[in-house]
């Protein structure tokens, strides 16, 4: 009882608090989801773009050696010329080596039966597996958007991420097809400036204009190669010519890159585009080869996305401040908030319980007050009784028959009093649970017969005839004051609500252990709906001061408290006409 | 007549003209001098014969004569080279920067990690932003030095002109340790950058940088290098370096040589070459105002009767002439003799040709030598050293040479460097350093 005001006021406080952060919780949640998802889509856009840009090198540079492949075949007459291929490559800022495979796909360049350089003879010795691989350069599947992986040994077509037997790498196929517009200018005007350089090939540009026209209808077979050997990734790009001749480039590895590189953003442009992160290039073995943003940290990838063919090996890796922490704030913007109503509802809270344990406090004086005075008023009122008792006896019979009336109704109306001070103090007793009970043996159905007789003139005044049946006729071990107090309340709400109603039953029996009384009078009896309340303290069928039934209100209630407090009840029976009351106590101590 | 007065005027200049230009093109041209280390060789037996082919740069006119530049410093500023180091290197680069003009471009890329264009390819109209650029640059995190290279060449790209200098300085004092980091990659790189016309110098400071990277690259696109170990002297070198690029009066040297008669290339002395059977090219980024840059070629000579003269080999030479700005070519023939006479082969001996194949083989011996003592045999490199100063000794005496005699004590030193454990790394540098400017010429 003490402590519940405060729990019901800390579930109050509590309660709100952890709905709303449970809410607040899962809201955030959800947007952070949804935040994440939607970086996760950005970051994969970006990483995407990166490959496209990759790819449009490609293009470009396929685009740059077709052209160049073109030049030379419409220079070869009929076979290509070693000097003038030699000569390509001196001049060819992209191409470390060339081979030219005849249709049987037998080497015609590196000449055969002629000295050949170092480099040439190292050409010759790494791509002799390449060239005895039938069909290689002639995919029978004419999808040009598939790569596809041949296998050179047990090759599988291996995801980037699955790289670790990379000195196995080896794919063939075509750039996926992408609209011509993009293959624009940049690559173009660098080809033409290296070609116009080139003093051995005086006829070029006219054959570049020639093959400018031919282009669209000469859509000859052509390809690129990815082919990881001799722990260098080697990229060869083949095309055939109108004869069935394969011209091989391949392409400086160091230069490829360096332009890839030269593609991407510096370090202060990257900074700008990507703010607080960094995208990585790496190679097959997850080296990084270039790197720009400004996010140094060395942690796991935020998203990895492999490159597209012939870059098949390689990976792009977006690095950032892992999500969680960049939330880390909004998780702040969640608990500042409901730490604040927290504090708001917990003062409010305490506020609310100061007020509640004041009123208490202020109650408990009050009934103390009463208790006080009502002790104060017993005295004097028993000097009341006493005196108007002995000058009732002194003037027994001598005096005026008025006299004796008057001293009748003061003694009534002290004894009333008396009643009244008695319940007021049982009641704030009961409220402390200090009451105690004083069994004597006693008969019942004397005492009972003798409060009856105190009650007799007042009843008989307010036109009630009490009757009482004696059914017990032995001393029985009870407390006669809890007894008496109990049928004072119900004899006096029967002289109060039930006038002239007739006769008033009161009748006694003993069962088993259990004292009985039951008091049933002729008066209007209690409505239904009233049955349950009459007991509650406080409570008055008819609060009506007009009605002109005097009351505190606490008497029934009182009553039935005392009754269980000596073990038994006190029970409002069904009955038929008026009410009926039934009391209850334990003998057995 | 007067119908035909003017035409004749035309005519006469025409022929003027004609005349005029070998008197012209002579002091504006670069002279190929092809000389036989033994011009008479003993007759009747095979022999090996050194081939040095000379060639001269002509003097500029003068400082408004010379050809613009457009440079690329690239800049290391990982965290090895914090403190005095970066320093220094601003300090350098804007006094570097300070010798160029309005007429030359310059652009900065400082790498670590990242990369970062510090002033993009500009024409150097005003310098103050361009320094203010340079003074901002800090130290700190990795060496990214492929890319660094990579972004230096792309800003050249901007303004790339046969008609320039072009050429990417790099500094660096540390491994690159992102991107591409072997030395034949860094060598391919310079190759493909060589054919454009770009040469890369390296600049290796401090003790921390990998000198076969720095060499390779410098080599395969006919920079410069240098090793600077106190920073304090990066100063030095930059104008040093600088000095050269202003003085370039030909670029893009291709030299063929073509053996004739039997004669056998076998290899070409400190420098890269491409040999396809009787043939050998090689070539030349540029050539610097009155330096002489050469090569020596060995060849296989087979065995002639006395008294014959033979034609070993022809050379034909390609180059952008950059005075003239014209496409200019030379070309030349080597002959021997060849005598029973002992004492006739040696009194023809060309002294300065053979002089400088002692000097290139004795080079290629220290070559070897670090080979050698990289694989851990300090034995046998310092044997090598030994035996390739008795060489040197042998023939300075021969030659009366005090040049290769100082060679001679030079390679005795390096045998003693060579077998001490402790600063192998300050002395493979210089070793590397020293061998790079002997092979190519270096004129610093």
């Known amino acids: ?589 | 007549m007067n119908m035909r007065n003017p035409l004749k005027r035309w005519i006469t200049s025409f022929w003027l003209t004609l005349f005029c230009l070998p008197l012209l093109a002579q002091a504006q041209e670069v002279k190929l001098d092809l000389s036989l280390a033994t011009p008479v060789m003993a007759a009747n037996a095979a022999q090996k014969a050194f081939i040095k082919i000379s060639l001269d740069g002509f003097e500029l006119k003068g400082r408004a004569e010379r050809t613009p530049a457009n440079v690329a410093i690239v800049l290391d500023r990982s965290g090895s080279m914090g403190g005095d180091k970066i320093r220094h290197a601003r300090e350098a680069a804007i006094m570097a920067i300070g010798r160029l003009d309005a007429r030359d471009i310059v652009s900065v890329v400082a790498y670590d990690s990242q990369v970062e264009v510090v002033v993009p390819a500009t024409k150097l109209h005003d310098r103050e932003p361009v320094y203010r650029a340079v003074r901002h640059i800090r130290a700190g995190g990795n060496t990214a030095l492929f890319a660094g290279v990579s972004k230096g060449a792309q800003e050249l790209r901007k303004f790339l002109d046969r008609n320039r200098v072009n050429r990417v300085i790099l500094l660096s004092d540390g491994l690159a340790n992102v991107g591409p980091q072997s030395p034949s990659e860094l060598g391919r790189l310079g190759q493909s950058l060589a054919k454009e016309g770009i040469s890369v110098t390296t600049i290796g400071l401090g003790l921390g940088y990998n000198e076969d990277l720095m060499t390779q690259l410098a080599g395969m696109s006919d920079g410069n290098h240098a090793f600077v170990e106190n920073a304090a002297d990066l100063v030095r070198i930059f104008q040093y370096e600088f000095g050269d690029v202003m003085s370039v009066v030909a670029q893009d040297l291709i030299i063929e040589i073509r053996c004739l008669n039997g004669v056998r290339p076998l290899r070409l002395l400190g420098r890269e070459g491409e040999v396809i059977g009787d043939r050998v090219r090689t070539r030349l980024n540029q050539l610097y105002s009155e330096q002489e840059k050469y090569l020596v070629l060995e060849v296989e000579v087979p065995a002639q009767e006395a008294g014959r003269e033979l034609e070993l080999a022809s050379v034909q030479v390609d180059y952008a002439n950059l005075a003239t700005r014209k496409a200019d070519r030379l070309d030349g023939r080597i002959l021997a003799s060849f005598s029973a006479s002992a004492e006739e082969v040696q009194q023809a001996v060309d002294k300065p040709a053979l002089e400088s194949a002692v000097e290139q083989v004795a080079n290629e011996f220290s070559r070897e030598a670090v080979e050698r003592r990289d694989q851990g045999d300090v034995e046998g490199a310092r044997s090598l050293l030994e035996k390739s100063a008795e060489f040197l000794g042998s023939q300075a005496q021969a030659l009366s040479s005090p040049k290769l005699e100082a060679q001679k004590e030079e390679a005795l030193q390096d045998a003693d460097k060579l077998s001490s454990e402790e600063d192998w790394s300050r002395q493979r540098k210089e070793l590397r350093e020293k061998q790079y400017k002997r092979a190519t010429q270096q004129s610093y």
Not at chain 1, 542 to 557: A, E, Q, V
Request: proline share 6%.
């Open chain 1, 1 to 589: 009882m003490k402590y519940r005001a405060a729990l019901l006021l800390i579930l109050l406080v509590l309660l709100p608090l952890l709905l709303l952060g449970w809410l607040g919780y899962r809201l955030q949640q959800n947007e952070q989801q949804l935040v994440g998802l939607q970086l996760q889509k950005l970051i994969e856009q970006q990483l995407e773009s990166v490959d496209q840009q990759l790819q449009t090198h490609f293009q470009q540079l396929e685009t740059l050696l077709q052209r160049q492949a073109g030049g030379l075949y419409r220079l070869a007459d009929p076979d290509y010329s070693a000097e003038r291929l030699r000569s390509f490559v001196k001049n060819s800022v992209q191409v470390q080596q060339l081979f030219v495979l005849g249709h049987d796909d037998q080497r015609q360049f590196p000449p055969r039966n002629q000295p050949l350089s170092l480099d040439e003879q190292r050409l010759v010795e790494r791509l002799q597996p390449l060239w005895q691989s039938p069909g290689l350069l002639r995919p029978a599947d004419t999808d040009p958007a598939a790569p596809s992986s041949l296998p050179l040994a047990e090759t599988e077509p291996l995801a980037p991420s699955a790289m670790a037997k990379s000195a196995d790498y080896f794919v063939s196929g075509q750039l996926a097809q992408r609209a011509p517009a993009e293959l624009s200018a940049p690559m173009n005007d660098y080809a033409a400036k290296a070609d116009a350089y080139s003093q051995a090939e005086p006829a070029a540009p006219a054959a570049r204009q020639a093959e400018a026209k031919a282009a669209p209808a000469t859509s000859t077979e052509s390809g690129w190669i990815a082919w990881y050997v001799d722990a260098r990734l080697m990229h060869i790009y083949w095309w055939r010519d109108p004869e069935g001749r394969t011209l091989g480039f391949v392409l400086n590895d160091a230069r490829l890159l360096s332009d890839l590189i030269n593609r991407l953003p510096d370090a202060g442009q990257g900074g700008e585009d990507l703010g607080e992160a960094q995208i990585r290039l790496l190679d097959s073995q997850g080296g990084t080869l270039y790197s720009w943003g400004q996010y140094r940290d060395n942690g796991p990838a935020l998203r990895s996305l492999g490159l597209s063919h012939p870059l098949g090996s390689w990976s792009l890796e977006y690095h950032a401040p892992a999500l969680q922490q960049a939330a880390t704030p909004v998780w702040l913007t969640l608990v500042a908030p409901l730490m604040l109503l927290g504090v708001g509802l917990g003062a409010l809270g305490y506020l609310l319980y100061r007020e509640h344990r004041r009123e208490i406090r202020l109650a408990t004086q009050r009934v103390n007050f009463v208790n006080q005075v009502s002790h104060e008023l017993k005295t004097p009122l028993t000097n009341v009784r006493l005196y108007a008792e002995m000058l009732q006896q002194r003037l027994d019979g001598e005096a005026d028959p008025a006299v004796g009336r008057y001293l009748g109704v003061i003694t009534d109306e002290s004894q009333r009093l008396s009643r009244l001070i008695d319940n007021v103090l049982s009641f704030s007793r009961l409220q402390r649970q200090q009451l105690k009970l004083t069994p004597e043996n006693v008969n019942p159905d004397e005492q009972i017969a003798r409060i009856l007789e105190t009650f007799e003139p007042l009843l008989r005044q307010r036109g009630v005839e009490p009757r009482f049946d004696a059914g017990i006729g032995q001393s029985l071990n009870y407390d006669p004051a809890t007894l008496e107090q109990i049928l004072n309340n119900l004899l006096s709400n029967c002289e109060k609500y039930a006038p002239d109603s007739g006769e008033l039953r009161v009748r006694s029996w003993l069962d088993g252990s259990l004292l009985c009384i039951e008091v049933q009078d002729s008066g209007p009896g209690i409505e239904a709906g009233d049955r349950h309340k009459v007991f509650e303290p406080f409570y008055r069928s008819s609060s009506r001061l007009t009605d002109g039934i005097t009351g505190t209100g606490i008497g029934l209630g009182l009553a039935r408290d005392l009754a269980r407090a000596h073990g038994g009840d006190l029970t409002l029976e069904a009955s038929e006409s008026g009410a009926c009351f039934r009391i209850r106590l334990e003998t057995r101590t």
